[in-house]
């Protein structure tokens, strides 16, 4: 692990692995525990050497259960410390959903101020690895419904790290949902200069004239990629990378989209009252006279997590971003739109 | 204590085979089990003092809600024992985790009854202010405050304060997951905390038969490696000895401890419940003659400690602060709506901005 | 309880009481069972009488704990019953979440069809009726954005027994959301001819040109308020009462707006992802070339449920559907708007 | 059994001081304690070839995920004599509540391997018919499935049936809420429910000493009223003796029992599973002189009842059935994308019906 370098190339994992350890190391406060986060280093290996180097006190395996993870984590943070916990996967927070919902999100609100809950729960998340039904899930309007909580999700190893390190400061509870399928991709990361956007800010990951695709962790590779298609096609697509769900940077999004006059939105989770059905409303509420076409969605469908051998069918991919460009009637003939097209 | 206790072996894990007593029904003293030392007569007539005052908040509170003053309140009539030897176990920089049915602990660790009462009048959720007085919200969603209680003993461990935890919970409350997992946690950490069950028999309608099927509920100890006991919960003396106990050992290092303290309430759940739907009233006049305030003042009064004028003086006491909490109830609660965006998150965000803004049109336009 | 009487004046509470009655009755396989629900009835009478007429076997206290309940629900039906489950108040349904998330709603999916689970989750939601912390979340959206289940919330008695009467008869899981504020409105409620419009189905309450209002459980009467109120000042609006929110009736909610080319959605929860999220997208997704104005969404703020005393503060009121109303731009001089209409 | 345990009595519901054992490592007797009847030499030659099976059948589920014939695999090597015994002692019309690691026990069930791997090859969820055998699917989301078995075993009550539900659950899985209460609503319920705790010393990496303080996790039974028992896991004969007994005191009314058996992971938690992080292997080693299918066939052979022939005719068994497994896995499994509309409800939605549209159009064009 390269926490040391400051300029490497990482992966997210590693990324977030240098966060933390970073974290654990500029504030004695700073706490990691979870299910086999200790000696293994956590399935996905986030917490990789952190026991070695700080010790079973400071990063440490808890009994399994995850309410009682979360609820340890409530106790510690009120005593003073500030926990970082794992939840294994996606599912597996479900447990301590009440612990989340009625407490993680609400003590601040209580106790008018009074206590405040300094935790960042990261989930692993979503699909597009094989994992066996429980361990996809796409759980992040759950947290995002919820008063109380931010919520934020990286797309690049950069923001991986800057993102956790801004978390772990942050005076309330962060729920950090960690694109599972993007652990082991690779990329220029600074760990000393942030080069991220801060916390609360999206990213333009790509400037484009014709529409806006917005998007937000797994599916912001997804989005990249059809804009680069879409370009050969002489279509120039805007990809937003929300980077945080709560709070939400309307700025940036509107911005675009009043510009670009189009707006596709990206989502891997299952679409029914999802982020993406907020950040549609959201945005033909406040883009309504800019607006060419609807806002469109791109999500999974509205099924459980499907078996790895489906699980292509399932998730948006670049060819159904570009179905959904496709739709946003770019001409007043849309059955030639193709035509039209090919031969600008 | 200490002796008897010998955790990780089955015999230092498991109750005493009857509740604790030191004084039975009559008031008079029995023979307790080895091990427990009686509290000294300074302490039990402290203790007398804030059973009084707490019954007499606990009266007054149930009265406010008839007169419309308290949306709802679950009374601790019965269960002034528990609560006040809980209290009276602790010092100052320990810590408290209540329920809902706990306002009388709270009083009784000093605290402002009005701001106790915040939450049940509706003013806000939790009136008083934890950190400062070292009393968890009172939690409503059942068992959830016995992990926290661990996350704050094993806070304490590790920054080396000698401080214990206390978190409260109901019969009923036993049956959560979060229950199990609370008491896993603590003996895993071993963390200086003492749970103490108030089984009052009762979780609104559910009558404990069909709540567990244990011998007795302080069996649940052993299956975490947690030394446990069971205590007569309407015996004060009792009740303050397995304490002062149960907490010496989390103070010392020796981990978690799980007391039961069988108790009775007396009242309906809440001001809101109608108990004749599911118990007889005869079950309620047999408690009676097990009043806990009772039974202590025959007792220090069999023992020569309490005189009558030490009972008067308790009861004008607790008369004259029951009629400052009346007064003080009488005024409604002041309410800024905006302050419904001040606590979401330290800073706002854009969004709870705008909607603040929204809120602000809504009421300048209801003013005109 | 009147369950006998087939046309009578019934509150919410005695029509979902009758439900259950007519369903134990008729069929041998549903029990009644959750917290407090035999000889008390439940907190909110829902289930009064039923132990005493039906037995301890067909409807009892369960001990207290709601995962265990849902559980207990999943391996009763897997053994061939129709569980009907009360969970308290809308916050105790949390310990309950992973067995809703990952079996309740996937069972039938996850063995291909050959387990399904015929259960309804009674879950008594929502505020207005000064309720402590804990006691009021509108928890609906969670449910409706998990794939598997259906969502369902009455807002007349009427419909309350024969949504129930469905849900129950429902081969599938169904999370049945009561609004608590409306146990006690009484209606005309038939329990023997059927008058509420089939399962799945929304149902017109008021008809109207100008706009259409969506709404669903306890903000349907506020939308009948607010279409009450607007009609003084000459304006038609129409309001659409969703009734089940999963699955969703697209049909007659498109149709309206496509014909009045306005909507403001109203729901009671916090807005960020909440269901009117979905229903904004959703709408202007299908109706984008009929919409005049952006579809707009009054809801709750997004915050923890409020204490008894701030909570008028925090629900969506007429007055919130009407500045809502307002701001749908029936004039090219916005402004003029109020001129115009008193003039009219 | 029925001798022992006298339920509502704390002695009754304690397991044995020490894991119950009939046959020593080396394979040769030891006095059990009393009330524990050896089962008879024929079922005992039925387990021995099930063990057999079951190993080959594991050995092979394990080199599967090495060709990338599966994607994962969590062994259930060292375990065997639980899962089997755990089989054994249910009759066809009972039912069984498995975990993911319990492949060795569906198939002793007589459970076609293929659909038992469908979950792990990624082919479906659940490959099997639950109805059909009575087999709930493989469960993931630790400790929920108890749950499950409690109502099954209800429903069986309900119904008439003297069927009884086994429930397995692992060391980990037992500090999840769910398995709290499962317990409970199995003892208030009397529900006919066996639960089966295999204490493999692991959850993943986490050792048991990090997950509970207990003496043993069978006194878990106690704080629920449920008669426990502890049982050498690696010792057929006593898990058998001891389920079979626990299984007959649920079929005759008795309500639920607990057996912790005492056993050992031998491989990774799965293939993917990285166990020198966090175990020696000097500590397998140790372990593999307690493996459970040796000492069986030793105890077996010593009692003469097990000659060269039968071992060598259920290797031989084994053998075969292990490659019509593999031939079996070599086909991809198949997979129609449009069956992930087909099962979320009895009836498509509107909106499922959309959503098939657009993945049809999507793999049109896709031919095109
Ligand atoms: C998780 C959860 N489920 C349900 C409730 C509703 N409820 C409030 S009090 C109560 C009974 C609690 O009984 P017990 O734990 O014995 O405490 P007591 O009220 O007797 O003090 C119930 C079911 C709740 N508050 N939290
Ligand atoms: C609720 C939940 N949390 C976490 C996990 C991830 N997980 C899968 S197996 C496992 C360890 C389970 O250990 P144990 O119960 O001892 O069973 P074993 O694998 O040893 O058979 C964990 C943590 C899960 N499947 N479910
Ligand atoms: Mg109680
Ligand atoms: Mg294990």
Known sequence: ?344 | MSVRRSPRTVEGLLPSPEPVRFVAEDGTAVEPPAGYAEPTGEHLMEAYRRMVLGRRFDRQATALTKQGRLAVYPSSRGQEACQIAGVLALREDDWLFPTYRDSVALVSRGLDPVEVLTLLRGGWHCGYDPAATRVAPQCTPLATQTIHAVGMADALRRKGEDGVVMAFIGDGGTSEGDFHEALNYAAVLRAPVVFLVQNNKYAISVPLAKQSAAPALAYKGIGYGIPSEQVDGNDLVAVLSVLDAAVAHARTGGGPFLVEAHTYRMDPHTNADDPTRYRESQEVEQWESADPLARLETYLRGRGLLGAEDVAAAHKAAEEYAARLRDAMNADPEADPFELFDHVFAEPTPQLNEQRALLASELTARED
């Open chain 1, 1 to 344: 692990m390269t926490a040391t370098t400051p300029n490497a190339s990482m992966s997210m994992a590693q990324a977030l692995n240098a966060a933390l350890r970073d974290a654990l190391r500029e504030d004695e406060r700073v706490l990691v525990f979870g299910e086999d986060v200790g000696p293994l280093g956590g399935v996905f290996r986030v917490t990789d050497g952190l026991t070695k180097e700080f010790g079973e006190e400071r990063c440490f395996d808890t009994p399994l259960a995850e309410a009682g993870i979360v609820g340890l984590a409530v106790g510690l943070a009120m005593g003073g410390f500030r926990p970082v916990i794992e939840m294994q996967f996606d599912a597996f927070a479900y447990p301590a959903f009440e612990q989340i919902a009625s407490h993680v999100a609400k003590l601040r609100n209580r106790t008018r101020g009074r206590l405040s809950l300094p935790i960042v729960i990261r989930i692993p998340y979503a699909g597009g690895i094989g994992g066996v039904e429980h361990h996809c899930d796409s759980s992040e309007a759950y947290y995002a419904h919820t008063p109380g909580l931010k919520v934020v999700t990286p797309a690049t190893a950069d923001d991986a790290y800057w993102l956790l390190r801004d978390a772990i400061a942050d005076p309330d509870p962060v729920i950090f949902m960690e694109p599972k399928r993007l652990y082991w991709s690779k990329e220029e990361t600074s760990t000393a200069d942030r080069r991220a956007a801060g916390f609360g800010r999206a990213a333009v990951r790509r400037e484009g004239r014709d529409a806006t695709l917005v998007a937000y962790g797994p599916s912001v590779p997804v989005a990249l990629q059809a804009a680069e298609a879409a370009a050969q096609d002489g279509l120039s697509l805007e990809v937003v990378d929300l980077r945080t769900i709560v709070p939400f940077d309307d700025e940036t999004v509107v911005a675009s989209v009043r510009r670009t006059g189009r707006c596709v939105v990206i989502q891997e989770a299952q679409g029914f009252a999802g982020v993406g059905a907020e950040i549609a409303a959201r945005v033909q509420e406040r883009c309504f006279h800019s607006l060419a076409a609807p806002v469109l969605r791109v999500t999974g469908f509205d099924i459980p997590y499907p078996p790895p051998i489906l699980e292509h069918s399932h998730l948006p991919d670049v060819d159904r971003v570009l179905d959904a460009v496709d739709r946003l009637q770019f001409d007043d003939e849309p059955d030639l739109l193709h035509l039209t097209r090919e031969a600008s």
